[in-house]
DNA sequence: AACATTTGACCAGC
DNA sequence: GCTGGTCAAATGTT
């Protein structure tokens, strides 16, 4: 098994961890105040990664990383290590606000500061990506309570997650010739991922963990993600049940691209 | 020991 | 000079 393998598996976990929060937000609009837009970033971003490195097993030009959601520009690397203008070099920014601080958005963060800000009577906290180091990903975060009674935090997020990414190219060469393991645990719902619904057709072969060949019709649409040709797959994480193991083993003799036409 | 958080100092923009 | 954002050493936690 390739070192990298809790990398690839930790994106994966993320992304459906996120895409399971979306999933409730969504069935629950008028209820939930947490903020949409970072899930469907981790969710897409993991899966993005997930697929990238499938077709990194045949193919010398891995997929591209897909574009920021909404087409907004790529945040721009800061010129200096200190004081971020995200309003004049167009870092991309989104602000939520909920009754309780957002502890656990799809994302590792890491506290970096907390001041005391003068127009408010809160402190602010300071987070960046927790793979800020080991990924050169700028994404950070702000925290602060605004509102008293009713209590309303702020959370501003700064700049894109591109931790993923960066794994991806790190994980390049270690890919190759080893297998992976990824866990399943929970469903996702189409309403949760619609793109799945486009697909294009490719197949691998996953093994499990008793060795035993068992065969899966993974599809990829045009955006890099996994959907099941039986149907099933853009429903359900997996078609097996939760907590099974699947592994991916020795996927290149199985000559896996999952964007050839 | 390794990792995460806290906190005062420093820096750059306004 | 004020302010917000970041750094980095100190401290806490596992």
């Not at 700064?158 to 297998?179: P, Y």
């Not at 797959?233 to 691209?257: I, K």
Request: glycine share 4%; charged share 25%.
């Amino acid at each position: 098994m390739f070192h990298g393998v809790d990398k690839a598996v930790e994106a994966l976990l993320r992304g459906q961890e996120s895409a399971n929060r979306l999933k409730t937000v969504l069935e629950h609009p008028s209820t939930s105040s947490v903020p949409t837009e970072p899930l469907f970033d981790t969710v897409l971003d993991s899966f993005s990664f997930a697929l990238s490195l499938f077709s990194n097993f045949t193919s010398s030009n891995p997929q591209p990383h897909r574009e920021s959601s909404q087409n907004k520009p790529t945040p721009v690397a800061r010129k200096s290590p200190k004081k971020t203008n995200y309003r004049e070099n167009g870092l991309e920014h989104y602000s939520h606000d909920s009754p309780a601080p957002l502890h656990n958005d799809g994302f590792s963060w890491r506290k970096y500061g907390q001041k005391k800000i003068k127009t408010s009577s809160h402190q602010r906290c300071y987070y960046r990506c927790a793979y800020a180091k080991d990924r050169n990903c700028d994404a950070t975060k702000r925290v602060q309570q605004i509102q008293d009674s009713p209590s309303v935090y702020r959370t501003t997020y700064v700049g894109k997650h591109v931790c993923e990414v960066n794994a991806f190219s790190q994980l390049n060469d270690d890919i190759i010739n080893d297998s992976k393991m990824i866990r399943f645990e929970q469903t996702m719902s189409e309403s949760v991922m619609p793109q799945l619904a486009l697909v294009d057709h490719q197949a691998i072969t996953i093994e499990d963990d008793q060795g035993t060949d068992q065969i899966m019709n993974l599809e990829c649409d045009s955006n890099g993600l996994l959907v099941d040709d039986d149907q099933l797959w853009a429903y359900q994480f997996p078609p097996c049940s939760p907590g099974n193991l699947m592994f991916f083993e020795d996927v290149t003799a199985f000559d896996y691209n999952p964007f050839h036409l």
